[in-house]
């Protein structure tokens, strides 16, 4: 389970969409976007926490850590795109640590982070099953490894309407915001059809985290994840 050979191409993909991302991935994702990283990251990040923000893009999902800690939270941002790492320094009340390069090689040691979060960017592993590996290594003991991320619903008929909204709903959205440049999100049904069930995705994390909260929304069409070691 990953992207293997195909993500040289979405990174290409990414690296172009750099000034359109934020605007186009609300309006694809109905809004729903800040909504579902309030709700994962929620009672899982507390003040105190040392953060890393996995496939941060544009820290995303550490903003909204930092704003529900007031503030009081260590961040490093971790993204394979240079890029965007650059463009998160107006994102913060104090420029974090940065770092570049992929969920298989992550170069922090043993427990170092009390959360990982993972923003609309673990789908864009490489490798899923090496990636949760190495995120659960650099979890110290009860840590809390957070999920927000297209959903691949279980449902026979929700997976269908999911993978139509996918291909043929979402390029015009995308179109319609973000102008012709919208058009390459089209390389996200790619993303999806690598990406497990949800209630594979499931067993993949209790494979070696002790317990998942897998939530649900927009017909199984997005996930909230929190798995804790």
Wanted: charged letters at 25%; a positive charge.
């Amino acid at each position: 389970m990953g992207l293997g050979s195909y993500w040289g191409e979405v990174i290409e993909v990414l690296r172009q969409i750099i000034p359109i991302y934020d605007k186009v991935n609300s309006y694809i994702s109905l809004g729903k976007d800040k909504e579902h990283r309030v709700r994962g990251i929620s009672k899982r990040v507390f003040p105190g926490d040392l953060i890393l923000d996995a496939g941060s893009g544009f820290g995303n999902m550490s903003k909204t850590a930092e704003k529900i800690c007031a503030g009081n939270i260590s961040i490093t941002l971790f993204d394979p795109l240079v890029p965007m790492l650059k463009n998160t320094s107006t994102y913060f009340s104090k420029i974090p640590d940065m770092s570049c390069g992929v969920f298989e090689h992550i170069p922090f040691k043993d427990e170092q982070f009390d959360a990982v979060l993972c923003g609309y960017s673990l789908r864009d592993a490489i490798n899923l099953r090496i990636a949760i590996l190495e995120i659960y290594r650099v979890l110290k003991k009860n840590g809390r490894f957070v999920i927000v991320d297209l959903g691949k619903p279980d449902n026979v008929i929700a997976r269908t309407g999911v993978s139509f909204y996918l291909r043929a709903i979402l390029p015009i959205i995308a179109f319609t915001v973000g102008g012709r440049l919208g058009l390459k999100f089209g390389t996200l049904y790619g993303t999806y059809k690598r990406w497990p069930q949800n209630k594979n995705l499931k067993e993949l994390l209790l494979e070696k985290f002790t317990s998942v909260d897998f939530e649900t929304d927009l017909m199984g069409g997005a996930i909230i994840v929190a798995a804790y070691k």
